[in-house]
């Protein structure tokens, strides 16, 4: 799971992603079916706790130097601040599974998703039929 959030404790952003992918079409249906598996199948305690640690750790790994000063761009640049990334690590630590659901339930709906995909024009001339069925918007960069 990849997912951001901004200063503001009302804004997030919750993300799926692959890259270079050879089933784009089947990949995006993928996403649409792991919030399904989230909300139809039981799930424990110690699997949350596992992905918790997870992204804890993402968290607190050591960087090069170089990456630690990129990383500090990109936090001031956002406003994060170490307090924000504090907060947000203890409340990382707090979720239950019933958060979750919650969240699934409300926010993560296929319905409600944006889809962008970036790629080039051999790619979209593949996938034409999954643009249009998508109604998806194609700009050329």
Known sequence: MVGGASQDSNIGAFRFFSYRDPRLSETLHDFDKSILWLLEEKHDAATLEQAILGVISNLDK????????????HNQLCGRTHEFRENFRGKVLDVKLPDLYRVAEKYLKPELCSTAILSDSKCRDENQAMIESLDLTVRNL
């Not at 170089?66 to 500090?72: I, N």
């Open 62 to 73: 050591p960087g090069s130097p170089a990456g630690d000063a990129k990383r500090h761009f």
